[in-house]
Structures are given as structure tokens and as C-alpha cells.
């Protein structure tokens, strides 16, 4: 004989409205790339960039901003993700004038502010390069977690370096990283995440 439990009337009330607001409660976002958690403030970049002014990532205009640690003379990696950029550029039209690209050269000696403003132009008038001498740049890698050292087996003054690309919204905030391959249409999801929420 199969029995049946009866539950209280109160009770069945209290699971129906359970179950009702988890099913209401916002799915959280799924970065493509890897989320800060929790989010953190982007620690500060204060360097003299190609448009003539002092860069500071504590005064964004309310854009968000995309942080890349560079060099002009990167054989590979750099190219294809200044690239990569640039293309999520054109994929948001006007939106794009939200989004502020900044690429800190790790290459001082030989990275002036007119050779960076060159190099970028040739991937877009909107990027921003970043110099600092060395012993203002390397306080910023360390926050940053970025390495970059001259390759000593290279004979055309290759230097090594993290690629990661950071996302900083229009607060300030770190919300995710990207290694150099991410596909184009991930991190374009993402910054339309952030566009669209305003943050």
C-alpha cells in the first residue's frame, strides 16, 4: 500500500514562494574571461600618454577600460591582440566610444610616446599609449601581476611578457582578465555585458 505525506499547508505555502523567488533571482553573469572574485579596484597607472595629457586609470569618464602591457616591437602577440581589439571595435560602432583602450609599453628604452602614437594608429586612432620610466613602471607590473624581462637568448631584443589583457569598468573596478588568444567574440560579449549594465 503506498503511503502519501501529508505536508502542512503553511509549509506547502512557504516551497510554492521559495520556489517562485529562486526562479525569479537573476542567473549571474558568465564572464568569458576570468572574473575577479570579488572585484577589486584596478590598482593605479598614473604615466604621461600619446594624446599630451597624464594618464589616470582613477579618472575614466565613465568608459571602461582595456589595459594591455606591451611593446612596439612584439613579433607576435601584441599585433594580434591590438588587432583583435580593434575589431571589437568596429563590431560596436558608436558604443566603442565607450571603451578605452590602453596599451602600457614594458619597453621604455626604446618605446617613445611619438613611436607608441605611430604604432597604434596603424590599429586605431582611439588607442592610448602609456610610458613610464622604469622605476615608475615596475611598481605598476608588480600590482598587476605582469612580468616582462629581455629574453637572453634572443638576438633582436625580444622581451618577454605576460599577456594578459585586463577589463576595468567605468567604476574603476577590475572584473575579469584575458590571455592574448581569446576568441574576438568573447571578450566583445563581455564588454557588451558591461555596456548594457551601465557598470
Known amino acids: 500500500m503506498r503511503r502519501f505525506t501529508l505536508i502542512p499547508y503553511g509549509m506547502l505555502s512557504a516551497i510554492v514562494l521559495a520556489s517562485a523567488l529562486a526562479a525569479c ?6 564572464w568569458h574571461g576570468t572574473a575577479y572574485e570579488p572585484a577589486r579596484v584596478a590598482p593605479s597607472i598614473t604615466l604621461p600618454a600619446t594624446d599630451g595629457t597624464t594618464f589616470d586609470i582613477g579618472a575614466s569618464d565613465g568608459r571602461l577600460q582595456l589595459v594591455y602591457f ?4 612584439c613579433p607576435d602577440i601584441c599585433p594580434a591582440t591590438l588587432s583583435n581589439i580593434a575589431w571589437v571595435y568596429g563590431e560596436l560602432g558608436p558604443e566603442a566610444n565607450r571603451v578605452q583602450t590602453v596599451f602600457v609599453t614594458v619597453d621604455p628604452d626604446r618605446d617613445s610616446l611619438l613611436a607608441l602614437a605611430d604604432y597604434l594608429g596603424s590599429f586605431s586612432e582611439e588607442f592610448l599609449g602609456l610610458r613610464g620610466e622604469r622605476g615608475d613602471l615596475q611598481p605598476i607590473l608588480d600590482a598587476y601581476g605582469v612580468y616582462a624581462g629581455l629574453d637572453a637568448s634572443s638576438t633582436s631584443h625580444e622581451i618577454e611578457h605576460s599577456a594578459r589583457l585586463f577589463l ?3 567604476q574603476g573596478t577590475l572584473r575579469a582578465h584575458y590571455p592574448w588568444d581569446v576568441p574576438r567574440q568573447d571578450l566583445l560579449t563581455d564588454l ?3 555596456l548594457d549594465e551601465g557598470a
Do not use: A, N, W
Request: proline share 12%; no cysteine; net charge neutral.
Open 168 to 170: 576595468v569598468d567605468s
Open 25 to 30: 533571482r537573476p542567473t549571474p553573469y558568465e
Open 192 to 194: 557588451k555585458h558591461l
Open 70 to 73: 606591451g611593446y612596439i616591437h
